[in-house]
């Protein structure tokens, strides 16, 4: 089936710095990849649609300055949360939408801001 | 707005018990519900889907029905294995999304123990 990676699988880092995660289909490609967080013991929520070659759709309440997403290629979707702070700490799980229309999803990656 | 709520667990069983994972859903269209699967350290898997009212989805033992008029899709599987154990999630497909959009349950964590 299709193959869907994320990296790093779990990041740690000081309070105020950036945090890239990045997406890939490894044997699909995708022109939309979706991302979502997930708080302990919560749903996932959709954070964003990402769309290759154009700018992403952000969920309301999600801020596009400190949320960067950028599809670049129809097989990588990156997010890089800047200036992160403890209250960024969470789950980040992307997925990217084959055709005909499924998504599949990667393993997540777990921040952790000090 | 659209809502998936499931039932809390965590849900113990014994092998080869009878399972039941309830699941009610709202909706102002006609969506498409699905389970996902979560084993421990991997991403979220398709289980099974159903794309309009008494559609059945079975896949693996599993199996659910679209129930339009009580607004469910309970998840069942008549003899569970100590390797279903995992986090499983309820969604619907967001009918007015043009990018089937999911929303998620909170999710039911499974142990079958031996």
């Known amino acids: 089936g299709a193959v869907v990676s994320q990296h790093p699988s779990w990041v740690i880092c000081k309070s105020g710095t950036s945090v890239k995660i990045e997406c890939r289909s490894l044997d699909f490609q995708a022109t939309t990849m979706f991302w979502y967080r997930q708080f302990p013991k919560q749903s996932l929520m959709l954070m964003a649609t990402?769309?290759?070659?154009?700018?992403?759709?952000?969920e309301q309440g999600v801020e596009k300055d400190k949320f960067l997403i950028n599809h670049a290629s129809l097989t990588l979707s990156t997010l890089t949360v800047t200036s992160a702070h403890p209250e960024d700490s969470s789950f980040y799980i992307c997925?990217?939408?084959?055709?005909?229309?499924?998504?599949?999803f990667g393993p997540g990656t777990r921040l952790l801001v000090l | 707005g659209d809502s998936v709520t499931q039932m809390e667990g965590p849900v113990t069983l014994s092998e080869e018990a009878f399972l039941t994972i309830n699941c009610t859903y709202t909706?102002?269209?006609?969506?498409?519900l699905f389970w996902y699967v979560q084993y421990p350290g991997e991403g979220l898997q398709l289980l099974l889907k159903?794309?309009?009212?008494?559609d059945k989805g079975s896949n693996k033992g599993f199996e659910a029905t679209y129930r339009k008029e009580t607004t469910s899709f309970h998840l069942e599987k008549g003899s569970v294995q100590v390797s279903d154990s995992a986090v499983y999630f309820c969604?619907?497909?967001?009918?007015?999304?043009?990018?089937?959009?999911?929303?998620f349950g909170k999710g039911t964590k499974l142990s079958v123990k031996p």
């Open positions: 909706a102002t269209g006609y969506p498409s």
């Open positions: 969604a619907l497909s967001d009918p007015k999304g043009s990018q089937g959009n999911l929303i």
């Open positions: 997925s990217a939408r084959a055709t005909p229309p499924t998504q599949y």
């Open positions: 159903a794309t309009k009212a008494d």
């Open positions: 990402s769309n290759e070659g154009s700018k992403a759709t952000y």
